[in-house]
């Protein structure tokens, strides 16, 4: 079956920490993996995107994703984290000329000043 | 404008109502779609057009009614809804199978039906 997980539902971390939001997935095909993050009340913004190539992408807002074909992974990091980047953060998965994204379920971060 | 439109981003209304969601592309995409986003789900795939054409149903209720006049352009019709309807509703448009296929979504319409 095709999936996204993301393990964790809250994160909270400190002002200046850095993070990681995981993500799994199970794809028949060759994957087009994405971030988005949406802040409440709004759609969803586009962060980063990894097509092919290079397995460490870097997106807006100085976050990064590292795609791992071994382990189905696809995290994402950033260095040192901003009160502004408080939000919820989705995983998704499609593939080249399909229409469905499978989307993960989200990971809410909170970011202690 | 730029991006994806949505209007209006708040709608209340009772279950006989009638409303209708509008959606804008402005990146020239081939391909639009709708969401259902509720809280603690992940999001619903609803609809799906390619070229003005309907290639996606979800297993929508009836109630939801979509339209695409144009490749810009896409409206959900909604009637008779329920309160498990409350959700907020995204649109999304992309251009399909130019191998760089990446959804861009619109800000939403956050429904309540009373």
């Known amino acids: 079956a095709q999936s996204v997980t993301q393990p964790d539902i809250h994160i909270t971390v400190s002002e200046g920490a850095s993070l990681e939001l995981r993500c799994n997935y199970s794809y028949g095909a060759t994957p087009y993996l994405f971030w988005y993050v949406q802040s409440p009340g709004q759609g969803l913004q586009l962060l980063l995107k990894?097509?092919?190539?290079?397995?460490l992408v870097q997106g807006i807002k100085g976050f990064e994703a590292e795609f791992k074909r071994s382990q189905s992974s696809f995290n994402l990091r950033k260095p040192s984290v901003h009160w502004s980047d408080a939000a919820e953060y989705f995983c998704a998965v499609g593939s080249s000329g399909t229409y469905k994204y499978i989307f993960g379920t989200g990971t809410r971060l909170k970011v202690l000043a | 404008e730029t991006g994806v439109t949505q209007t209006p981003r708040h709608l209340v209304m009772g279950m006989t109502n009638k409303k209708s969601l509008k959606c804008e592309q402005h990146?020239?995409?081939?391909?639009m779609y709708w969401y259902k986003q509720s809280a603690k789900k992940p999001l619903e795939l609803m609809f799906v057009y390619n070229f003005k054409e309907q290639t996606e149903n979800n297993s929508v209720p009836s109630r939801f009614s979509p339209e695409c006049p144009n490749s810009s352009h896409l409206f959900l019709h909604l009637h008779t809804l329920q309160p498990e309807d409350s959700a907020l509703y995204l649109c999304?448009?992309?251009?399909?199978?130019?191998?760089?296929?990446?959804?861009?979504f619109g800000p939403g319409t956050r429904l309540t039906v009373l």
């Open positions: 990146l020239g995409h081939n391909a």
């Open positions: 999304a448009s992309s251009q399909v199978a130019s191998g760089t296929d990446t959804q861009y």
């Open positions: 990894y097509f092919s190539g290079d397995t």
